[in-house]
């Protein structure tokens, strides 16, 4: 299990990665929430958001890992208004939000300039345990929205 997962994250490509991919649901690890978290973040990677969430879709038990790796795959590709979509289908199902969680959507939201949202997230982060990733996801999020106020208020 910690093989394929460590495996998976230094793939050279495609062909590399969908051979693992074979291999994981050989060796019976379909329900491992690693494995399956490692697969999305690597199809992610390689743009291939497709075959990520045929990964995410396979899955036997939801977590909220998984969750994140789908919603951040997405946001990091460009796709914002999937990963909000997703995101809102995640919290629809009960799970609840972490740091990983909103930085996803913050950066979903840096993506289609929505900074409104952005600050709505932002009271989000501020609740939790104080996070440098997030954070930083904030000032970019600020920043890029042309917010140079509520990005100095931030910093």
């Known amino acids: 299990m910690f093989t394929f997962s460590s495996v998976l994250r230094v793939c050279d490509g495609l062909e590399t990665l969908r051979q693992l991919h074979s291999g994981i649901v050989t060796f019976g690890l379909d329900s491992n929430v690693f494995v399956w978290s490692a697969s999305i973040d690597v199809y992610a990677k390689w743009g291939e958001l497709g ?7 396979e899955m036997v038990t939801g977590d909220l ?8 795959g997405f946001a990091q590709n460009g796709r914002g208004e999937e990963a909000l979509d997703l995101f809102k289908m995640m919290r629809g199902s009960g799970f609840p939000v972490n740091q990983a969680s909103l930085t996803s959507v913050l950066t979903a939201c840096t993506g289609l300039a929505l900074l409104e949202l952005g600050r709505q997230v932002h009271a989000h982060v501020m609740k939790l345990e104080s996070d440098l990733i997030p954070n930083n996801a904030l000032l970019d999020m600020y920043f890029k929205c042309r917010s140079l106020e509520d990005c100095e208020l931030c910093f």
Not at 51 to 57: K, M, P, T
Not at 65 to 72: A, F, L, P, R, T
């Open 51 to 57: 075959d990520g969430f045929c990964v995410f879709n």
């Open 65 to 72: 890992i998984v969750w994140n790796s789908i919603v951040g």
